[in-house]
């Protein structure tokens, strides 16, 4: 799916936060971050920093996996 931030820039890959199980949709290009897939626009994104931080974690690389480009 293209990122509608970053008009179709980037890619919204499924990730998952290696601590928490939690299953997050992150663009490639600008880190624009949704919890569902459902409510992937333009309105309803968060920061990939910000949210991680949220969560009490970096939101770096080494706190995620990837596990598919969606």
Request: contains cysteine.
């Given at each position: ?21 939690e ?30 931080r ?6 770096l690389l ?9």
């Open positions: 799916m293209q990122c509608p931030r970053c008009d179709g820039q980037g890619i919204v890959e499924k990730l998952r936060v290696r601590s928490t199980g299953i997050l949709y992150v663009c490639d290009e600008c880190e624009a971050t949704w919890l569902e897939t459902e409510k992937i626009s333009i309105d309803s994104f968060r920061d990939f920093t910000t949210y991680m949220s969560i009490g974690l970096k939101g080494p706190e995620i996996e990837i596990i598919t480009s969606e």
